[in-house]
């Protein structure tokens, strides 16, 4: 991707229980399943904050329906409470991984917003807010446009 067409860093979690383990090997396989390609996040972060490359930068993702051609898709292992209920899941490594990892995207691609999967869902009632009740998913369970709207110290 050209890095000027970059309008979006989108955040997600993959909606897995924080209880048991998900790899990108088994990321992978499961996007294969689904008929992608490969993984369709450009980047993965595991619960030990291991950041782990899925798809090239230069390659197009296959994360958020609209928006594909123009965002870098991040993906963190979890977002669901064992009970399977939606929760930010982010363990103190994912966290640090996730702000470095957006402050080098951020680095690449200047002009592109962070934003969570779910803020890039359609505006249903028009008035130019994408609230919660319109989300098509919750995911990545935080806010993600709050949390990297200014630099960390």
């Known amino acids: 991707m050209n890095p000027e067409e970059v309008k979006y860093i989108v955040i997600h979690c993959s909606a897995t229980r924080s209880n048991m383990q998900y790899t990108a090997f088994q990321l992978?396989?499961?996007?294969?399943?689904?008929?992608?390609?490969m993984a369709g996040y450009h980047y993965y972060i595991t619960r030990a904050g291991e950041i782990?490359?899925?798809?090239?930068l230069r390659s197009e993702g296959a994360h958020v329906r609209g928006y594909n051609h123009c965002s870098i898709g991040v993906c963190y292992e979890g977002g669901l409470l064992p009970d399977g209920t939606p929760a930010d899941t982010r363990t103190r490594e994912q966290k640090v991984a996730l702000r470095g990892l957006v402050s080098y995207l951020r680095e690449r691609f200047p002009q592109a917003l962070v934003v969570g999967?779910?803020?890039?869902?359609?505006?249903?009632?028009?008035?130019?807010?994408?609230?919660?009740?319109?989300?098509?998913?919750?995911?990545?369970?935080?806010?993600?446009?709050?949390?990297?709207?200014?630099?960390q110290k």
């Open 28 to 37: 992978d396989r499961d996007h294969r399943k689904r008929g992608f390609r």
């Open 52 to 56: 782990e490359p899925m798809r090239s």
């Open 117 to 151: 999967h779910r803020d890039l869902s359609p505006d249903l009632n028009g008035n130019g807010i994408v609230e919660s009740h319109e989300w098509l998913k919750v995911c990545p369970c935080f806010d993600a446009f709050a949390e990297y709207l200014k630099p």
